[in-house]
């Protein structure tokens, strides 16, 4: 198990740091971080450091469990993450993610919140078939395919979703198409998506999400953060009481990229 020092964002003006003042504790909730040494690329441990500041500014208290391959599991998880990683990074999670795939499906089925990017997407899909044809199992929590290629698809995306409009960098070679009833996590504005062709990015069910946007995502979309959190909250405590949080830096920076890309 690891946390971050309560005095995290200490010393920053509030517009940056997004805090206001320090509320009254209202329990804790138990987030999950999934292989934070194999997964976790292109700054998706940013994810789980804004979700654990955020908890803290509207006053719940943030346990962040670092689950790592052949570790025990914890006794509770409120709100599961998961980054991105080289196929080589796949593979050395791969045995650990089967032994607690029946957990991560139940958990799933029972409506915890997960964020999965990348790489961690494509594992809690149907499978992943590498350049060479073979196939690696995965999950199936999500039902999404994704082969390999040659082309990578790199660079910002803008996505409409029920979080309201996400702004991301995508860096993947990894096609994904959704299965035939497969809902989306967004519809792409601007960038390649899941396959750069049918105009999708992610997938969504039941309350996981996954999706290649890196960033990392969730700083850059406070919105998003917070939905993940309200579900978290109020399965862990019964409600979902946020604090004052002062988005101003973030929510300028998200308008600026989507008026910059979209015109």
């Given at each position: 198990?690891?946390?971050?020092?309560?005095?995290?964002?200490?010393g920053l003006p509030s517009a940056i740091t997004g805090l206001a003042e320090v509320p009254a504790d209202k329990g804790e909730v138990h987030v999950v971080h999934l292989y934070p040494r194999e997964m976790s690329i292109y700054g998706d441990l940013g994810n789980t450091r804004c979700l654990a500041a955020r908890l803290r500014w509207h006053g719940y208290?943030?346990?962040?469990?670092?689950?790592?391959?052949g570790?025990?599991?914890?006794?509770?998880?409120?709100?599961?993450?998961?980054?991105?990683?080289?196929?080589?990074?796949?593979?050395?999670?791969?045995?650990?993610?089967?032994?607690?795939?029946?957990?991560?499906r139940a958990l799933a089925e029972d409506g915890v919140p997960m964020l999965m990017i990348c790489g961690m997407y494509q594992l809690f899909g149907e499978a992943f078939i590498t350049v060479e044809g073979a196939r690696l199992p995965g999950l199936g929590i999500l039902d999404v395919t994704t082969r390999g290629n040659e082309t990578r698809m790199i660079g910002p995306v803008v996505l409409d979703t029920e979080f309201g409009p996400v702004v991301g960098y995508e860096n993947h070679s990894g096609s994904t198409v959704l299965g035939p009833d497969q809902g989306a996590f967004g519809r792409v504005r601007h960038g390649h998506g899941n396959n750069g062709a049918d105009g999708t990015e992610g997938a969504r069910v039941h309350n996981v999400v996954g999706s290649y946007l890196h960033g990392p995502v969730l700083p850059a979309n406070p919105e998003l953060a917070d939905g993940l959190l309200r579900i978290a909250a109020e399965r862990a405590t019964g409600e979902w009481a946020p604090g004052v949080v002062d988005d101003t830096v973030a929510l300028e920076a998200h308008d600026r990229q989507v008026r910059r890309l979209l015109g």
């Open positions: 198990m690891s946390g971050l020092p309560p005095e995290f964002g200490d208290t943030p346990i962040v469990h670092d689950h790592h391959p570790g025990p599991w914890p006794e509770r998880a409120d709100l599961v993450l998961g980054g991105g990683g080289q196929d080589s990074g796949q593979l050395r999670v791969q045995n650990d993610l089967a032994t607690h795939a029946d957990r991560l």
